[in-house]
């Protein structure tokens, strides 16, 4: 056994070996598992009309039949004419070439695909294909679908020389052409994307999901090796390496997949009446007089209560369709900044925030709440995403403050700070920004430049913690309690100083005692806010906004 290779020494057609586990599988049942092995789950490479026929609802694929030739520029001969090696490439996959155009639906969701085919030479980027992912890209643009594009690819076609590596610049402009549109595009990558697919339209998609076990990257392996002489760790260049490393959203199973995509692509399919509506008038105290004065270092502690609900809490309460987006695309992805698509009732919006835990493990798994770099460049990435969709942006705040190790100063904590407050005073969507528990300093700030602030009411806003302050002015952590009071955090006061606009009240005993009303109180103050931002265009939201944050010490206290 441990020579065979392929079907024929097995007994014919009817089974395969698995090529990880080395399973033998029957191979009609193979097929109904999507061609994953039913015995370690790996997913086998798919045709493009198998990868059509598995994603888009039935019936509903219509091939878009661009015609495209890619010749031969270059008169290219290697061990054989590149003519040749194009025809057998058309008689081994029935196609064209190597990517496969549709139009259709997903889960009822219209979207127009282009479909790559490893078995065309090894799916390699040249003319015609560049062409076609381009013709798909303004196929979409015109009729205002969204874009998926399914990828698997060895990287530039040699034998179009540099005319293949132009493809790169030209499909990326195609994307670029979709952001300026406010269309959604999605990729989903399968083993192998390498090179310049990889490099170029594989990876500028809003959402990027990805096959369990598939790789990407830019060289691939085998040319690493032979630069740098080392043999490379396992794992690179993997799905889970990526996710990891902040290149990828997520890594769905392939059974997953149509409903996944699905969820994300409905998000790209407005609708002219949706609008916050029917929202009932939430209580939001607007005179500090009306606040309980409790002790203000009580208050703190209330804030920090590891038992009150954390960002994914009032997500998953008072939230409906959300699909968490991962990653910096940069490095890494930060686990103390969540976010991505939901709807608030049927209003569709990005939401992202501080994420701290409930347990020790839970509090240190996120880094007790406390961002890095990527955490912000996540949430940048995630402001971007809002206003290219146009859609609001709601974040919640809950932080001790910025991450404060080598590590992020390393990688430009400051820099990604400074770089979000000037993102978010240009972001041309509602935003609202709550702090449900603490609001610490810039790392709080970074994401809370919005056109209305709002708080629990036990939240707390301030430029540095009580702990920190005492130590600096008074010498002496232990006066953390006077810090507190003279800072003045709690919310009466930031309402007084217009910090805040708008606080909404905790149940009795906090938003610990009861988080399904808080998370219900929570819901009813954001549509509500929204609801009356609605009336905006993009021009005053910013022009509002910005005013906002520019009377600060200028104007008398409100
Ligand atoms: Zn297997």
Redesign the pocket.
Known sequence: MTAVVGDAAVGGAEWQL??????L?YRKRLQRNRSV??????HERLTARERVRQLFDAGSATPLDFQVDPGDPLGFVDTRPYPERIRSAQRKTGLAEAVLCVRGTIGGSPVVAAVMDFDFMGGSLGTAVGELVTRAAEHALDRRIPLLLVTASGGARMQEGALALMQMAKTSQALAELDEAGILTVSLITDPTFGGVAASYATLCDVIVIEPGARLGFAGPRVIEQTIGRVLPTGLQTAEFLLDHGMVDMVCPRAALPATLARILSFGVRDRAERPSGARTARLVHDGGELVAGSPWETVQQARDPHRPTTLDYIHAMLEDFEELHGDRLASDCTSVVGGLARLDDVPLVVLGNQKGHTATELAACNFGMATPAGYRKAARLMRLAAKLRLPLLTLVDTPGAYPGPEAEEQGQAVAIADNLRIMTRLPVPVVAVVTGEGGSGGALAIAVANRVLAFSNAVYSVISPEGCAAILWKDAAQAPRAAEALRLETRHLLALGIIDGVIPEPEGGAQADPALAAERLGHAVKSTLEELSGLDARQLIAERRLRFRSFGTLPPV
Not at 18 to 23: D, E, K, T
Not at 37 to 42: A, H, I, M, S, Y
């Open positions: 698995c090529a990880h586990c080395r399973s599988v092995c039913p015995e370690c789950g790996r």
